[in-house]
């Protein structure tokens, strides 16, 4: 079973600073990874699909690249709303499968 | 604006059966996969299956013949029975939406925490 796994678990940043987060799949991935973030008691939220794509409404301060097994998601200037955990999910094999990172948490330093 | 809504109860006794339902407002069930995905806690989360708006499923494997989800579109809703429940199947399970089984999950309930103790 391919496997996600992010880093860092924490990140520690202040606003105004720049954000890195990391995807590491076990096996290659297709161009299909997500991310999303999540805040407490709230429902997840699509930030990116197919790997660079931002979704709807997304601000142009998030973007992601990658492909094959290493998948990046940068926040180019924190806001403080965007402190929150972050996970990414990927697609495999058909009938498909989805799993998911266990998610890193960005907060404030 | 797509919303999706879980209920169920918040306390099932080990052995018995999880149910949970999901009502989806403001878009169209047809042409959608709807599915059910748990966390539970401290731990990743973990996609339970699908239904198409046909009535086709695809479940998880790891879980077994466990799950099954179902539909009511005359309600809107879709709804989630896992049998024979441990403590390991406390979680908080979430609905959401899938465009087409290649797209990303692209709306979510707020999720729903249920947890297995006698």
């Known amino acids: 079973e391919s496997v996600l796994t992010q880093s860092p678990a924490t990140l520690s940043l202040s606003p105004g600073d720049r954000a890195t987060l990391s995807c590491r799949a076990s096996?290659?991935?297709?161009?299909?990874l997500a991310w999303y973030q999540q805040k407490p008691g709230q429902a997840p939220r699509l930030l990116i699909y197919d790997a660079s794509n931002r979704a709807t409404g997304i601000p142009a301060r998030f973007s992601a690249s990658g492909s094959g097994t290493d998948f990046t998601l940068t926040i180019s200037s924190l806001e403080p709303e965007d402190f929150a955990v972050y996970f990414c999910?990927?697609?495999?094999?058909?009938?498909?499968?989805?799993?998911f990172g266990q998610g890193t948490k960005l907060e404030i330093k | 604006q797509v919303q999706l809504q879980e209920s169920g109860p918040g306390l099932v006794k080990p052995s018995e059966t999880l149910s949970l339902t999901c009502t989806v407002s403001?878009?169209?069930?047809?042409?959608?996969?709807w599915n059910w995905i748990r966390q539970p806690p401290g731990k990743r989360l973990e996609w339970i299956g699908y239904i198409y708006f046909s009535g086709t499923t695809n479940y998880n494997p790891s879980l077994g013949s466990r799950v099954s989800i179902s539909l009511d579109m005359s309600r809107n809703q879709f709804s989630l029975k896992l049998s024979s429940v441990t403590a390991a199947d406390t979680a908080l399970y979430y609905c959401?939406?899938?465009?087409?089984?290649?797209?990303?999950?692209?709306?979510w309930g707020q999720g729903s925490m249920v947890v297995v103790s006698p």
């Open positions: 096996e290659r991935v297709t161009s299909y």
């Open positions: 959401a939406r899938l465009p087409s089984r290649e797209s990303p999950f692209d709306f």
């Open positions: 403001g878009g169209s069930f047809t042409g959608n996969y």
């Open positions: 999910q990927q697609r495999r094999g058909w009938p498909p499968v989805y799993t």
